[in-house]
């Protein structure tokens, strides 16, 4: 048995195999786009991330569900359009909802009939910010914070004007400067409020104001009696303390807020408003007189961390609660990058299962016996000869070859990977693509080298015999090569899950594959690396 003879058989597994691959390809995006296996795992994954082993309980699956009704989340499950379209995703939506009442899954997505495949780390970071309502957590509590200290202060000054006014029995003195100053303080809390003014820049033009307000009383109270002197006197002590010496809270504060139920009760009741709304959810369970669910254990533990780790990477002199903000949706970001690529292993694990299985009943309903196929090859010259012409003519396709998730390093995890609906050849290995599997985007390499590929295949095949099928001629002649063995129908279910085997490695594979032994056979040097 000379090399040619063993690479003709070789070359004419590989192109059957090529061929069921790509059939393979076709099942299981129908399949994976039908039931959301990537949707769904993301959402369990998400799940994970936030509440850990407890992700069972109903209240903390709820407030995953909540998160996933952020306006950032739901921008990213786009609706078809068109009456066609939004027909095949009906369709699709009652094949699914139809799957899990049968297998009495529970509603993955809620209420809502699908979810997201993709997932942009940045976008994650963001809604979760969002959702828990951190930023106006901690504007509110700079509002609070600098509401006190102006009322300390109008406070001072009022005591004054009260011991000035009783000297000398005048109660409406000063009243119209005293009505300007409140007016002037109460615009600047009204522009903080409105996020008009920053924090820095509301204190500085709070103690200008009162300043300017000391100034105005020590002029008009010059050369005056005796007790109009001895308040003079106690202006520069007033001046001295005008001074406003608050400073922003911390994001570590802030965090706290969210995950300190012990200090709930504590709270300004604004505050205590806002944390609410951040903890609330939709569930008919919750009782708007009952306390807010907390936060997932899970959860509150990282928050708190990750909120630690943004303020450590703050530069000293840009300390400020949105720059700390600004760094915790980095650490966010990077911390639901590393859980994906986990979940993306997982991911993997479990589809080589599945392809596994759609290979083996794949060769079954073709009949695809591979000890009956090198029989086959091994016996028919003319048959080794047409595949032979078939393969030459697929290598005039392009050079690059056909996505196979089989081949797919795992370079991006499920929720970055930006794989075309048709550069899924298998299960095996897949990443989650950016967008839901059921559209193809026609100027995608890969998507059009796919299709080129199964045109080809499909052209060359009319005139090649091949050897699967359950025609009368190919199922009595595999009766007669099974005879041989002790238990003739062991020989078929070994072919068969042999070419199972094969067909789960993905048309990439055998399309690469395909390539090298051609090169082989026709001028002898070894393929390129």
């Keep these: 048995m000379d090399l040619p003879f063993i690479l003709d058989i070789a070359l004419g597994l590989i192109f ?25 795992h993301l959402k369990k994954s998400v799940d994970q991330l936030l509440t850990g082993d407890e992700a069972r309980q109903s209240h903390l699956s709820e407030f995953v569900h909540e998160l996933y009704r952020a306006p950032l989340m739901r921008s990213l499950n786009q609706e078809a359009t068109g009456a066609i379209t939004r027909g095949f995703r009906w369709f699709g939506q009652m094949v699914y909802s139809a799957y899990t009442t049968l297998t009495r899954s529970p509603k993955i997505f809620g209420e809502a009939a699908s979810g997201p495949s993709y997932i942009p780390p940045p976008t994650f970071a963001a809604a979760l910010i969002q959702k828990l309502k951190i930023r ?37 003195l000063f009243e119209s400067e005293v009505a300007q100053l409140k007016q002037n303080l109460n615009r600047i809390m009204y522009d903080f409020c409105q996020q008009r003014r920053s924090l820095s820049q509301s204190l500085k033009d709070v103690t200008g104001y009162l300043l300017e307000f000391i100034q105005i009383i020590d002029q ?14 106690r202006l520069p002590y007033l001046r001295q303390s005008v001074g406003l010496s608050i400073s922003s809270p911390t994001l570590s504060e802030v965090v706290n807020l969210l995950t300190d139920r012990n200090i709930y009760d504590r709270l300004h009741p ?67 990058d590393q ?5 993306s292993g997982v991911y993997k694990r479990n589809a080589k299962g599945i392809a596994l299985i759609l290979g083996v009943a794949i060769a079954y309903a073709a009949n695809a016996d591979t000890l009956y196929m090198i029989e086959r090859l091994s016996q028919d010259s003319d048959l080794r000869r047409a595949i032979q012409t078939a393969a030459g003519q697929l290598q005039t396709l392009p050079s690059s070859e056909p996505p196979s998730l089989s081949e797919q390093p795992l370079e991006q995890p499920l929720d970055e990977a930006d794989a075309p609906a ?16 059921s559209s193809l985007d026609a100027a995608t390499p890969e998507a059009e080298q796919l299709r080129r590929l199964r045109a080809a295949v499909a052209e060359n095949l009319d005139d090649i015999p091949l050897p699967i099928g359950r025609s009368p001629v190919v199922i009595e002649q595999q009766q007669a090569t099974s005879q041989s063995w002790p238990v003739p129908i062991l020989k078929r279910l070994v072919g068969w899950v042999l070419s199972g085997v094969a067909i789960s490695m993905g048309a990439g594979f055998w399309y690469s594959l395909l390539g090298k032994v051609m090169r082989v056979r026709n001028t002898g040097d070894p393929p390129k690396s």
């Design 220 to 233: 008009l109270l010059i050369n005056d009696n005796h007790c109009k002197d001895i308040v003079r006197r």
């Design 422 to 437: 048709g550069s899924a050849d298998t299960l095996t290995g897949v990443t989650l693509p950016q967008a839901d599997t």
């Design 16 to 40: 059957i195999y090529l061929i069921l691959s790509l059939l393979a390809s076709e099942i299981q995006e129908l399949i994976g786009t039908v039931l959301q296996w990537r949707a769904e």
């Design 136 to 172: 106006e957590l901690g504007h509110k509590y700079s509002e609070i914070l600098l509401r006190d200290a102006v009322e300390e202060k109008l406070t001072q000054v009022q005591s004054i004007l009260l011991d000035l006014r009783y000297s000398v029995a005048n109660d409406a």
């Design 339 to 343: 859980s994906m690529e986990r979940a």
């Design 270 to 336: 604004e505050l205590r408003d806002l944390v609410d709304q951040a903890l609330a959810t939709t569930a008919p369970s919750h009782a708007p007189s009952q306390q807010p669910v907390a936060l997932p254990p899970q959860l509150q533990r990282s928050l708190g961390d990750l909120a630690r780790m943004a303020e450590n990477s703050v530069d000293a002199l840009e300390q400020s609660l949105e720059k700390s903000i600004q760094h915790l949706e980095v650490e966010l970001s990077g911390w639901f």
